[in-house]
Each structure stands twice: as structure tokens, then as C-alpha cells.
């Protein structure tokens, strides 16, 4: 069975950082992301990764929020420096197998207070 396991969330003041993990289980993965949704907005993607370790991320977090990956362990980690309050939501880890099948975590609250 599949398992995507987001932990790392939390409250943090604006300027803070935050470290998201996503431990996967069940798949080799060809590629991961992680998206966001905040209150009343459409999930958005924020950044994702391929297995060889190819990055890309949303202008809004470019320079502030890092990708990384550690294939021994199936994990994918984001790391999000100088938060601020726009940054708040619920971010979900996502990936895709390689038979290109599509997995969600369960979300992880991320707030940022002004």
C-alpha cells in the first residue's frame, strides 16, 4: 500500500522557517512535489523534483523555499526560509510513480503570522 507522510507543519512568525518532510512508502517515485492551498484558493503547485534531482519552483517562492529528495530513505523534504504570512495553507505532498500513477498526503497546516 502507497503511503505518503507529510509531517513538519506548525505555526511560525513571518520571517521564521519551517522544514517539511514527505517519508514514502509501497513505490519508487520518478518524481515528487509539494503544492499548497490557502483559504479560498485553488491548490497551487510550490515546487517539485525529479528523481535525479532536476528542481523547479513557483516565482512566489523562488530564493526562499528549497526542494531536496533523499532516494535511500523515499523522503522529500522542503525546506521554507523567510516565511511570510502569504505562505499559509494546507501543503500536500504529491508523486508519481513510475507508471505515472498520481499519490497525495494528507496535508499539513503551515501558518504564518505577521
Known amino acids: 500500500q502507497v503511503q505518503l507522510v507529510e509531517s513538519g507543519g506548525g505555526l511560525v512568525q513571518a520571517g521564521g522557517s519551517l522544514r517539511l518532510s514527505c517519508a514514502a512508502s509501497?513505490?519508487?517515485?520518478?518524481?515528487n512535489a509539494w503544492y499548497r492551498q490557502a483559504p479560498g484558493k485553488q491548490r497551487e503547485l510550490v515546487t517539485a523534483?525529479?528523481?535525479?534531482?532536476?528542481?523547479n519552483y513557483a516565482d512566489s517562492v523562488k530564493g526562499r523555499f528549497t526542494i531536496s529528495r533523499d532516494n535511500t530513505k523515499n523522503t522529500v523534504y522542503l525546506q521554507m526560509n523567510s516565511l511570510k504570512p502569504e505562505d499559509t495553507g494546507v501543503y500536500y505532498c504529491?508523486?508519481?510513480?513510475?507508471?505515472?500513477?498520481?499519490?497525495w498526503g494528507q496535508g499539513t497546516q503551515v501558518t504564518v503570522s505577521s
Open positions: 509501497g513505490r519508487i517515485f520518478s518524481s
Open positions: 504529491h508523486a508519481v510513480d513510475l507508471f505515472r500513477r498520481n499519490y
Open positions: 523534483i525529479t528523481r535525479d534531482g532536476s528542481t
